[in-house]
């Protein structure tokens, strides 16, 4: 597992965090049925696995933070589940010093003009020193007990960490690859009316149709800010930015080129314009993307081009495959 290459695993986030809209003051009331049949679970597993940490959320549940809910983490995780690791929070998702509730660890550590400090030297003063063994010792354990403290070149010795976190090149062609795999098993085929996919050989003339078609990646808007995203990247605190991306545009073009062919396009968004190019044509491709980020829950299931893609659908003639990312 993932331990094993000494990297220490966090599950989260703890718990009944189920929506990101309005996530710092959301009241999850569940009662311990649900939560030990429904939502505690995949914690459990992975408490049994040997998780190294679990991080709180920053809901409320059953009116009490669960960043400083002694019923969760105290009782259900630390006691009832046996869970060994430490606890620590999520980025500033604490709202008062919390280690008699179960906290261990604050995280970020540092704070910012809206992000206040609760692990202060002054608060951490206050406890007793079993306390502070009793927060420091699983972290340590879990650190020495997968080796993370012993020199290899593939590992960093705390705290001179710097190198490897920001300046190493992670990417190698065999996390290529897998990716390429992962994103082509991911596509899910909802609909296939006549066996229409995959394409045949008679398939010689395809309009490719709609803006998320040809959609770009704006990486310098995308660093502008933490959460922001795009068609081809969540966004939140765990974005991985795509620098060049392959359009659906770009990937078909290179197919056809293998095949022999042709690809017509519009990607104005227009259905009388889009009506037009896709003339001639065996089929026709329309595609419609949104974004997702963290932080705030989408409005709905919809595309960004859902007019479009229905006005579009009316007028042609000829078969459709409609390709959504979302």
């Known amino acids: 597992g993932v331990q094993s290459q000494r990297v220490l695993a966090v599950v989260k986030h703890f718990v009944c965090n189920?929506?990101?809209?309005?996530?710092?003051?959301?009241?999850?009331?569940?009662?311990?049925?649900s939560m030990w049949e429904v939502y505690y679970p995949a914690f459990q597993a992975a408490v049994e696995a040997g998780v190294a940490a679990v991080m709180c959320?920053?809901?409320i549940v059953n009116s009490e933070h669960a960043c400083g809910n002694p019923h969760t983490l105290l009782t259900d995780l630390k006691q009832s589940m046996g869970f060994r690791g430490w606890v620590q929070s999520d980025w500033w998702a604490l709202d008062y010093f919390a280690p008699g509730q179960g906290v261990d660890q604050e995280m970020p550590g540092s704070g910012t003009p809206s992000n206040a400090v609760y692990f202060t030297d002054a608060n951490l003063d206050t406890l007793s020193d079993a306390k502070i063994n009793e927060m420091?010792?699983?972290?340590?354990?879990?650190?020495?007990r997968h080796g993370l403290f012993e020199p290899a070149e593939e590992t960093c010795q705390p705290p001179q960490c710097n190198h490897e976190l920001y300046e190493v090149m992670a990417t190698t062609q065999e996390h290529e690859d897998l990716s390429r795999k992962l994103a082509t098993k991911s596509v899910l085929l909802l609909k296939n009316e006549d066996d229409l996919l995959p394409l045949g050989v008679g398939i010689q003339r395809i309009a490719l149709l709609g803006s998320a078609c040809d959609a770009s990646q704006d990486v310098s808007a995308l660093l502008t800010s933490w959460d922001l995203g795009s068609y081809y990247s969540i966004g939140g605190s765990g974005r991985v930015i795509a620098r060049d991306p392959v359009s659906i545009y770009a990937g078909l073009l290179t197919k056809c080129q293998e095949r022999g062919c042709e690809v017509v396009s519009d990607f104005t968004d227009d259905g009388k314009l889009a009506a037009k190019a896709a003339r001639g044509a065996d089929i026709a491709i329309i595609c419609g993307a949104t974004a997702t980020t963290e932080s705030r829950d989408r409005a709905s299931l919809s595309v960004d081009q859902e007019r479009f893609m229905v006005e579009i659908g009316s007028l042609l003639d000829i078969p459709i495959?409609?390709?959504t990312i979302s």
């Open 57 to 59: 959320g920053y809901n």
């Open 136 to 144: 420091v010792a699983p972290m340590l354990t879990m650190m020495l």
């Open 321 to 323: 495959v409609s390709l």
């Open 18 to 33: 189920s929506q990101e809209t309005n996530r710092d003051a959301v009241d999850s009331i569940v009662d311990p049925r």
